[in-house]
Nanobody, 116 residues
């Protein structure tokens, strides 16, 4: 089992920045990919960013050049630095982990609201 807890969401004006944090605990040695997804009201959950255990990264097209995913393996944390936020970035942001032996885990989510 892997337990994920997000923090750092909030209200920000367009053009501003926020940093989301995700703390992983439990059987974290099996994790090969961690990432962030978001879901806006009435829309499907979509990939924001992901990072592999080899530090390779993948970003959703709408956030490339504005968001940066990183990890701190010493503290088992994953960060999402979000710059130049736009109103369309509003949504619930979820931390996600994929272990090598199958399945996936989700955090409870943190709300990000960008005002115009």
């Amino acid at each position: 089992q892997v337990h994920l807890v997000e923090s750092g969401g909030g209200l920000v004006q367009a053009g501003g920045s926020l940093t989301l944090s995700c703390t992983a605990s439990g059987n974290i040695a099996n994790i090969i990919v961690m990432g962030w997804y978001r879901q806006a009201p009435g829309k499907q959950r979509e990939l924001v960013a992901a990072i592999g255990s080899d530090s390779t990264t993948n970003y959703g097209d709408s956030v490339k050049g504005r968001f940066t995913i990183s990890t701190d393996k010493a503290t088992n944390m994953v960060y999402l630095q979000m710059d130049n936020l736009q109103t369309e970035d509003t949504g619930e942001y979820f931390c996600h982990a994929v272990p090598w032996n199958g399945g996936n885990y989700w955090g409870q989510g943190t709300q990000v609201t960008v005002s115009s």
